[in-house]
């Protein structure tokens, strides 16, 4: 993978240049991209600034984000060819800060569940995960240093858990979500995939010009284990690359308990799809009524379903949400941890292109609008993960945690 | 005034067609609109369902707002023609019940605070206020029976009062705000506004398909009488239509008690720009970067000095308002109070075309996310208004509160 720190430091020493980091991208992009199909779009001729931290960083950009200069299409032919008037704030932030804005990756459409064609770099065969299917395999494919995605469900952490590269989902709107077609405005989540954790955090740190995000510090979590008893459990190789993880933490002097969440987390859990479809027939309303036929079909459905979803429904789900966020700070502080280690999927990415995966192990965290790292569990098979989670507003907390797991697990 | 519920019910006993009902519409706007100036694009040639609660029922809709079918051009030259793909989730909906998407309305630029060409229609040589102020505008001149309008700090209740017309902004994301142009996520809010509170009422219980929001019930309404201390004294006629408010509430048999608000209150006011700020630099980065010498200077010069507030200090701001909103259902409680009636403006709109008016009495019911409804008080000179507050999601009973306040002065 093209790490950002490196080729920033590359380039900063002056052995790179900015367009000389343009140029390995450009190399690897078209080494790879015919066979794994990340990019819907591609700016032939970006103006490349020399200066600012991120000059020389092409990045990517899910194709559900405005971008002024490229098609922004949604993963649906009822966007095709269509252009945004502006570029969304965080991408027209990473231009402020010297990055330049590639590519447009690939999307299921309107960042639901209908997979694209994009394949997994990793792992022949077998699906890149998904929303944020091109953000992930773009980067985990050393095609692009950095990328956005989008998570409602599971859409950043768990592509990158499938494609073996580093995924953040922020702390909720700590990102500015404008400027990204909404699917649930509880829920979505702006995220991005860089190739370490230092990658991601000094990305974030930049993005959010709050530098304390990426100091780790130099204290050794306290790391909660966990295995949500309230959903499915999870495939043999998703739970042992948990333990791997763990084990390594453990031996590079964390502390280590398995954690168990109260039944409201079980039930908050079992509600994210009140709230996310509920909110998704209303945001895609204008898509539902003139366009029903051409939306893709397993999205056709869920939408289908949830107009039938009643206001108090929702309501109640919300209430339950709200309890749950507004009590995980003291489930964690009253069991003397910082942070939770658990799976970032089931297992490995599934055999096949027919779905997407499951979001089983990501839809509490993104309705609790928690942050979330996943880090790539070294192995011989397809790509497997771990995913450290932290209070509300933590962030630096869970980047600093799952640097701590990164680097146990590279000893 | 054109009143909903009444072309609702000559359409539904057969005295008046929705060509009919649109008829009414285009013969007032031919009258009044040349003089006024609320509407920045007209549909020369809409459908007109037949069917449908809000069948007839033409709307008006602020040109932050998304339509497919009419430009949106945020009030400023960047946009000049700019076409969306699709509605915004709320004009979709308003469509989907049968009205007519017949006009957008003026908005000051990105709904900020450099005034409109758009003229009061009952006071001359005054403003209409802002930023809705053709919406406004629009339904007090009697051409329009509904408009849909945003409010960040005072942009719906403001222009309501000085217009002389009902204004409701709702609790927080009660109504979605996907596909408005975003100023502030944590603050914008769509509104509407309306002849009489119980056409306000209706058109809120159909577009969030909630009934019960309609439903006054009988109880007469325990009130709490406020003039906020927390920021400047409001303007004579401004405390005297309060006052006639509240006497004929209390004649009607209401419960009014004067009410002052904890120490939190005051200080959760002073930070609302703080919020407004830090995000509208970031929600309009694009526009910023790209485009600042194009943008109105007011919020030109506001957004050169958004980008000195620290993260820190948002972070800060952020505390006090959700410890502010928290408190706030309880503060009313243990005073025995269902809602707070104050003033929606200092007083009546001031004279001249330089300023909108100042939102002092409205920014920290936007910040606390409250439902707010906005009631004329009759009189003899320019509008004057009075403004009923309800706990978050308590949308009913600020309706309902202000239709008893409305009857009441009506008598």
């Not at 919300?318 to 939770?340: H, I, K, P």
């Not at 070294?378 to 932290?390: K, N, R, T």
Request: aromatic share 6%; proline share 9%; glycine share 10%.
């Amino acid at each position: 993978m093209l790490s950002l720190l490196s080729l920033r430091t590359r380039i900063a020493g002056g052995t790179l240049t900015p367009q000389g980091a343009l140029a390995l991208v450009r190399e690897a992009i078209a080494a790879r991209e015919p066979e794994i199909g990340a990019l819907v779009s591609l700016d032939a001729n970006p103006a490349v600034p020399t200066a600012g931290p991120l000059a020389g960083i092409a990045f990517g950009v899910k194709d559900v984000i405005d971008t002024a200069d490229l098609p922004t299409q949604m993963g649906s032919p009822i966007y095709a060819g269509w252009r945004p008037k502006a570029d969304a704030p965080a991408v027209a932030r990473l231009r402020a800060l010297g990055g330049v804005a590639l590519a447009k990756t690939t999307t299921t459409a309107f960042a639901f569940m209908d997979p694209t064609e994009t394949r997994n770099p990793n792992a022949p065969g077998r699906t890149p995960g998904g929303s944020s299917a091109g953000s992930a395999a773009a980067v985990a494919a050393g095609m692009l240093p950095l990328a956005l995605g989008t998570q409602t469900g599971g859409s950043v952490i768990r592509p990158a858990a499938f494609c073996g590269t580093v995924g953040v989902k922020p702390s909720f709107r700590l990102l500015p979500t404008v400027g990204m077609k909404c699917f649930s405005w509880s829920l979505d989540t702006l995220g991005l995939f860089a190739a370490t954790v230092p990658d991601a955090a000094h990305a974030l740190a930049l993005l959010t010009d709050w530098p304390e995000i990426e100091r780790a510090g130099d204290a050794v979590p306290r790391i909660g284990l966990l295995v949500p008893e309230f959903c499915a459990e999870p495939e043999p190789d998703g739970l042992d690359a948990l333990h791997r993880a763990a084990r390594s933490a453990e031996a590079a002097g964390a502390v280590l308990r398995q954690l168990a969440l109260p039944p409201l987390y079980g039930q908050a859990f079992g509600l994210h799809g009140t709230i996310q479809d509920f909110e998704g027939i209303r945001a895609l309303a204008w898509e539902y009524d003139h366009r029903r036929d051409a939306l893709a079909p397993l999205l056709r459905d869920q939408l289908d379903a949830a107009g039938a979803i009643p206001a108090e429904a929702y309501d109640a789900a919300r209430r339950v949400v709200r309890a749950a966020r507004s009590g995980f700070r003291g489930v964690l502080a009253e069991a003397g941890l910082d942070v939770v280690l658990t799976l970032p999927a089931p297992g490995a990415a599934p055999q096949g292109y027919a779905s997407t995966g499951d979001s089983r192990f990501n839809r509490l965290w993104t309705l609790l609008g928690l942050p979330c790292v996943s880090v790539p569990v070294p192995g011989d098979g397809p790509p497997l993960g771990v995913q450290a989670v932290a209070p509300f507003g933590e962030d630096a907390r869970a980047l600093a945690a799952a640097r701590f797991v990164e680097r146990a697990l590279a000893r």
